[in-house]
């Protein structure tokens, strides 16, 4: 059974930053495309960043682009999510997912439960 469990969420400052983390069971993240996900209210799930299952190549939206970092920690079968410079718009349910065909798409298999970033002005 594959399970992701999220973590680092929390409530910061205009200009704060966080990481988060995505600890896996039951799943190799460096056999998976790996992303993060976020959904703020009244919104669509969109995709903010995806790692290659051969961490060689990454993608960014463009608004994380330059302040988002995504990573990954083979030993720890962990994938991070560096945030710095947060912006109020940032504010959202944040997602770990795995196993998808390809990078830029929804099509995940697999889904953690969410850790709430909110970003106050």
Known sequence: QVRLVESGGGLVQAGDSLRL???ASGLTFSSHITGWFRQAPGKERELVAA???SGGSRYYEDSANG????SRDTAKNTVYLQMN???F???AVYYC???APVVKTTDYRY???G???TVSS
């Open 85 to 87: 410079n947060l912006k």
């Open 51 to 53: 790692i290659r299952y």
């Open 21 to 23: 983390s995505c600890v």
């Open 89 to 91: 718009e940032d504010t």
């Open 111 to 113: 889904w953690g439960q």
């Open 115 to 117: 850790t709430q970033v």
């Open 67 to 70: 302040r988002f970092t995504i």
């Open 97 to 99: 997912a795995a196993g």
